[in-house]
């Protein structure tokens, strides 16, 4: 087994907690800005104390080609909201004031970084407190654009698997990884068809036979009882989408906030008994 080595920081220790807790890391996911900044914030700020181990806060980008109906939905409203990357380093910046513990990991697509440039936009996000990035759309051939050096910078780079990568493929998605490795359960965009727990319980294991990464699952993942089944093997359970369509659900923005800590809350009471 090849190991793969972490950053110190809160992401390792986030899951050295949960697997001594023996428990599945709950990781969610909000888009920052939607529907507007003050609300997200909020929210953001409500996530660690609902429950969440990691959030995934979305970097709102105009091609979101990675994703499905309801966080293109998301991020259209945070931009047509006026959400912008210095506005979504502030929401990380006004998070740590109270919170020093949540990891926080941005996720989303490397054009906004490149424009901004890439020794900037590391530093800025290194200063506000990101623990981690996801790129979705620069393999590990581009490595030296930005994973290296975010290792270098002291920020996790958590990298994608999905279904169709195979023996071949697989030790150049692990190499630089670090964090956590994050499985995509399902071919296609986010918030599509719930997976099987079968086949992604089989691939979990081929991909431990290589590292020993911790791996979160996500792509399709809505309900406590879906999170639950998949909370039993995986190292961590990633919702998106249904955080989403949470906050899009309330009459006003507020009672969205309050849609989505009420189902972070669910979550990760049932991921507490998966085990």
């Given at each position: ?31 920052a ?18 429950g ?15 994703d ?9 409203r ?54 981690g ?18 290792n ?19 030790p ?21 068809a ?10 979990v ?15 399709g ?5 879906q ?48 085990r």
């Amino acid at each position: 087994m090849t190991t793969t080595t972490t950053a110190e920081g809160r992401l390792a220790r986030r899951f050295a907690e949960t697997r001594q807790q023996g428990r599945a890391a709950l990781v969610t996911y909000i888009a920052a800005g939607d529907p507007d900044y003050d609300t997200s914030l909020a929210t953001l700020k409500g996530l660690g104390e609902a429950g969440a181990d990691v959030i995934e806060l979305g970097m709102p980008f105009t091609d979101p080609m990675a994703d499905g109906t309801a966080i293109q939905h998301a991020t259209r409203r945070a931009l047509d909201a006026g959400q912008t990357m210095d506005k979504t380093l502030e929401m990380v910046r006004q998070l740590r004031r109270t919170d020093q513990q949540t990891p926080v990991v941005l996720m989303g697509y490397y054009n906004p970084i490149y424009a901004r440039g890439v020794t900037r936009f590391l530093d800025q996000a290194k200063a506000a407190g990101v623990d981690g990035l996801i790129v979705v759309d620069l393999p590990p051939e581009h490595d030296d654009e930005l994973c290296q050096p975010a290792n270098q910078a002291g920020l996790n780079f958590i990298r994608l698997a999905t279904p169709t990568t195979d023996a071949r493929r697989l030790p150049g998605v692990l190499t630089n990884t670090s964090g956590f490795l994050y499985y995509v359960s399902s071919n296609g965009v986010t918030g599509g068809a719930a997976p099987s727990a079968e086949r992604v319980q089989q691939e979990v294991a081929r991909i431990r036979e290589h590292s020993d990464i911790p791996i979160a699952v996500g792509f399709g993942i809505r309900t406590a009882a879906q999170a639950r089944e998949i909370g039993a093997f995986a190292d961590g359970v990633v919702v998106g989408s249904a955080l989403i369509d949470a906050q899009a659900s309330g009459d006003t923005p507020a009672e969205g906030t309050q849609a989505v800590l009420a189902l972070t809350r669910e979550l990760a009471q049932a991921l507490t008994g998966a085990r």
